[in-house]
């Protein structure tokens, strides 16, 4: 599948000089400045980012959604993610990266990372908007992080990992798509949808079926469009129609590849199924999407 994203730009996780590793703190100002305030073209990483936006105003593209870059907004970037941000005047905030070692490291929970359910893969990725009396509290978490990455010489990894945990439970409580039912229920069914995400993002071109993710995880089609709808609006079958639809998007708009190499790299037997799958989606032809796409 690397022909479908050898046109995309992906940015790998470098260390930097400090002690400590798969961390990564840098102010928007100067981040702004250094590019002097041009737009990156869209790329990916193989890292998550948090991009937390005190003053700001531009677009932010992820996954072909544009999203209106607003004060006191945190956006939450997957790893594999494409994404783009244009600025119209300089920011004032912070991007925080790390990587799922330094998870591991520190103890994080895949379970903050999968509860806030702003970490999306593909399809809608909308910013958490904070109130402004809750601002100087991520403000504060920020400035600690940045405080103990330059301070300490020793337990710096564990410090900012607390730190950084802290981060994402204050957003976790914040965030509107995150539900508070029976605990026990939610686990479960917490646990139905990170299996089936991570499924998904292995098997997209060969399983296109709810029933194929179904059977793998032993419940009912029904029941696995169910849980992943309570838990983020879509059914499963929503997931896997918007998961093909991403990666033709972005196969279309970074790569030369024909339709009929697409269709067949993507799992469809035939090139007219893939055509008429991606117009009922997309109200577009392929060929009209990388066409109009290119020339905006």
């Excluded at 930097?16 to 961390?23: D, H, T």
Aim: with cysteine.
């Amino acid at each position: 599948m690397n022909q479908l994203h050898k046109d995309i730009k992906t940015y790998t996780f470098t260390e930097n000089s400090q002690n400590y590793q798969g961390f990564a703190l840098k102010r928007m100002e100067d981040v702004y400045r250094n590019t002097q305030g041009a737009p990156d073209s869209p790329h990916r990483h193989d890292y998550y980012t948090i991009i937390f936006i005190e003053r700001g105003e531009g677009v932010h593209y992820v996954d072909f959604t544009e999203y209106k870059v607003e004060d006191r907004t945190i956006y939450f970037i997957q790893p594999g993610q494409m994404h783009q941000l244009a600025l119209s005047s300089e920011p004032v905030g912070w991007v925080i990266t790390f990587t799922e070692e330094f998870l591991i490291a520190n103890s994080i929970p895949e379970k903050l990372i999968n509860d806030i359910y702003l970490f999306n893969d593909y399809g809608q990725s909308p910013p958490l908007t904070i109130n402004e009396i809750d601002i100087p509290v991520y403000k504060s978490l920020i400035e600690q992080m940045a405080h103990f990455a330059g301070a300490l010489e020793t337990y710096t990894l564990e410090a900012i990992g607390s730190l950084v945990k802290i981060f994402l439970i204050q957003s976790n409580n914040h965030c509107s798509l995150r539900k508070s039912d029976n605990p026990q229920l939610i686990e479960t069914s917490n646990h139905i949808l990170r299996n089936f995400k991570q499924s998904l993002n292995k098997k997209y071109a060969t399983s296109h079926m709810v029933s194929e993710y179904a059977d793998e995880m032993a419940v009912t089609s029904d029941y696995l469009n169910k849980t992943v709808k309570s838990l983020t609006g879509k059914s499963a079958k929503d997931h896997i129609q918007s998961k093909l639809i991403t990666e033709a998007k972005r196969s279309l708009l970074f790569s030369n590849i024909s339709n009929k190499e697409l269709a067949y790299a993507l799992g469809f037997e035939e090139s007219a199924h893939f055509n008429n799958f991606f117009k009922k989606i997309t109200g577009q032809t392929p060929s009209e999407f990388r066409i109009t796409s290119r020339q905006s």
